[in-house]
């Protein structure tokens, strides 16, 4: 732990000190991109690819590799294309969120550009120092329009062919989906959206607009009034004693988190006219069966059980859906198509894991302890990841005793 002063006394002086720490917090994000972008310089860079790069970033910074990547690329800008804008963050005058505005609206200049705009940008923030994030984001717009439009023609059509669609569920028991898809297209859906439910209340509807737009959404991406009959399948994680004896330990829905015990009782004995498949996994014990194959490939069973047991992607600090089942230690190498080898991983997290310069391994020694892996980068660094606890397993279980006393989660 840090030496810290006792707080201030009067409000004046905590406001002073909290602006104070955010300028040390920009210079220290200063810092940061400087040693990333020195990562390229130490020999690192030749030897492993850019995908092992941003893992290597991203666990360093106990993120995930996609975010490693993206302050792999600011780093790389910064310190490379925008100097005037890194010396603004290393005086607190910018933070890293807007610095990172600044390196992707102008990603798509040439370097000779790219420089005249880091000098007309540091210009325009020190004359309109107090821009949020949308107000900085259009000015640098501009002056990016303005020294070449063509370069901001190919990042829209880049925009375009990007377009898809991702959900994300939230921990109120609701969800989110997004389109990213063209901005006009955007504008239409939204325009329909409202017109319906402005007619929708002037007939008396009662329910809000926000509501009835919501609603809309839904009637129209599945074709019904409500989403329940659409045909599903849910895995569902629930301690025994929540299902039959009443009990409030939450149940687990892999891939949305925990549920409510009360939610996944009526999961369970809800009419089949919902057409929704349960398939109900008790955990009773602290570990699923331990369960190998003959076959290289993870599926069926063996693969339903990684996917549950691990829920998420294993790879230290990343969250995304697992993708892939994959051997921890390679089946090239003689490593088992087993329960015990096996992990869930994201597809960027399983493509880097096939970099040389990364390794895997198993360090749990069996099925009886809680499953843990190893994962060492170019650079050296070890970290591990500890598969989570099950619905209603002791949580210190998943902790690591340093010393008496003392306990550390494990990732």
Partial sequence: MF?????????????????????LKSAMCARQARLTARLDETGVRATVSERAMASEVGLARHESPHRGGRFLRLARALVE??????????AGELNERRAEVIVNETADLALADRRAADAAIADHLLAHPFLGD???????RRIVLRIDETAGLRKRERAHRGRHVE?????????????????????????????RADLLKAQGDERTRAQLKADLFVERLTGQVIADSVPVRIDLVVPVESLLAGGTEPA?????????????????LASPATRTVIRRLFADTEHLVAM????????????????????????PWCDAP??????????????????????????????????????HQVISE????????????????SYDSRAPAPPGSNPRDHFIQRRPGVWTRVA
């Fill in 252 to 268: 687990e829905v892999p891939g949305l988190g925990p549920i409510p015990a009360s939610v996944a009782r009526g999961l369970v």
């Fill in 167 to 195: 959900s994300r569920a939230r921990a109120d028991g609701c969800g989110e989906v997004t389109g990213v898809i063209a901005d006009w297209q955007m504008a239409a859906i939204m325009s329909s959206l409202d017109e």
């Fill in 81 to 90: 294309d925008l100097p005037e804008v890194l010396a603004l963050l290393e």
């Fill in 366 to 381: 069996d099925v009886v302890e809680p499953h843990t892996t190893r994962v060492t980068t170019p650079a050296g660094a």
């Fill in 134 to 140: 949308r107000d900085l984001a259009d000015a640098t």
């Fill in 3 to 23: 030496a810290l002063d006792p707080l201030p006394a009067t409000a004046g002086e905590c406001v002073a000190e909290l602006e104070e720490i955010e300028r």
């Fill in 322 to 359: 697992i993708r892939h089942a994959d051997h921890v230690e390679d089946a090239a190498g003689g490593g088992p198509t087993s329960l015990h080898n096996g992990q869930g991983l994201c597809e960027g997290c399983n493509y880097t894991k096939q970099d040389p310069g990364i390794v």
């Fill in 292 to 315: 190998e194959s003959t076959q290289r490939v993870f599926d069926g069973l063996l693969r339903q059980f990684i996917v549950l047991r691990d829920r998420r992607c294993r790879t």
